[in-house]
């Protein structure tokens, strides 16, 4: 690199998850520690982390201490935003038609967003570093009606009127889109759009977010969630770099051709007038062979932690099962 530009580093889905759940990925586990050694090696300035932190953080509070302990010993500072399986899924009145989850049961939690909060920061954020701004929210708010909703749709109201940087990077956790800005809301209750649905912001709500992030003078929109990177997409002078996982597996692999399926980062290198964002692979692509449990999203009642492999196992959080009083249930 050379000596006038900086570089920062992005992950999305490491989900780090903890052997004393019902499920686990020791690989998923170990890929993230070689990439998290591959970041340090760059010596970024900060790194930006697109969320899914975790693997059933949206059930375990103790999966939030185990990957905060984990960020803290990095060389740099981290900035958090929460994914679905951090905090809990964009919301839905409609049941899908996949009889392996319950789609409302899912839906995200002011408690859980509250508490998220509490070890990584405010769900929203913005900063300036070396001119360059940085903003990162939880899209998959809109549309909940949580009073989330309300602060998020200010949130990005308060950016447009902010004085202009000369680089504006955004990150979030869902794709806007999944393949056009301008595509309709998926159906949730169609068995053929269901990923499309789960993976993506409903019309309106994209579109309100991506003009005001235009609006806001956004150059690079940073997201993850689906864990397969894709070549970068332009919306008018915005650049969407859809991030392949720091851990986890790719998804919807068969819908395009040109697609990352590697586990790895971003290293994006802030020159005067651009960021240049280069996906490099992890240096361990080991297959998952040493998993227990069960992938999607099981229901509590249907939950084993028997097989966790570190004691004492973890329970879902007792407020989740309707034993104890969740704190922040003024929220
Ligand atoms: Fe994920
Ligand atoms: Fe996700």
Redesign the pocket.
Known sequence: MSDDTWHFAHVA?H?LGTPRSYRYRPTMARRWRGIRRQIIESRPELLLVSG?VTLDGDTHEFEYRNTREDLDTLPFPSFVVP?N?DVGNKHTRAESPRNDRSDVALNMTSHRLALFAGYFGPIQWTFVHRGVRFSGFYAAVAGSGLPEEERFWRFLEHLTKLPPARLHVAMMHYWPYIDDPEEPTWDITDAEQYLPWYFSIDRPHRRRLLDSLQAAGVTNLLC??V?TGRPVERVGEMRVHKTP?AG?TAQMTGRWDEIETRQGFQLCEVGEEEITVTFVPAEDQSPVTDAWGPGGHPRLEERDYSPAREQPPLAPDPWLIGEGEAPGTQF
Do not use: K, V
């Open positions: 889905d989900h899914d994914g399986m993850g969630h864990h996982a986890n």
